[in-house]
């Protein structure tokens, strides 16, 4: 079973950045490909921006590209969610999370494997 443990979640003003982190043990055990998720209570589980596994580009979601970034260190298994000029909207509980995927990349149904999730607060 994959484990998933993200951190660097944190408080930022409005502008500012942050980098997420998420170590994945077992990196290449039995998915395809590894995500980023966001959540705010209350409403379902959006995808922000995913990486297959075995090569190929990366896809970042249409209502944070060009601020995300998401990256990966297969020396360190580590996936990476850089996050630039953050706004209070991006205000959630972001959560890495590892899949065999066949259908939409950014879809949590066809996520198995979830961490804890870090919390990330952008003020005004």
């Known amino acids: 079973q994959v484990e998933l443990v993200e951190s660097g979640g944190g408080s930022v003003q409005a502008g500012g950045t942050l980098t997420l982190s998420c170590v994945v043990s077992?990196?290449?055990?039995?998915?395809?490909?590894l995500a980023w998720f966001r959540q705010v209570a209350g409403k379902e589980r959006e995808g922000v921006a995913c990486?297959?596994?075995?090569?190929?580009?990366?896809l970042v979601h249409e209502s944070v590209k060009g601020r995300f970034a998401i990256s990966r260190d297969n020396a360190k298994s580590t996936l990476y969610l850089q996050m630039n000029n953050l706004k209070p909207e991006d205000t959630a509980m972001y959560f890495c999370?590892?899949?065999?995927?066949?259908?939409?990349?950014?879809?949590?149904?066809?996520?198995?494997?979830w961490g804890q999730g870090t919390q990330v607060t952008v003020s005004s």
């Open positions: 077992k990196w290449t055990y039995n998915y395809n490909y």
């Open positions: 999370a590892a899949g065999r995927v066949s259908g939409w990349v950014l879809g949590a149904a066809n996520y198995a494997s």
């Open positions: 990486f297959p596994t075995a090569g190929g580009l990366p």
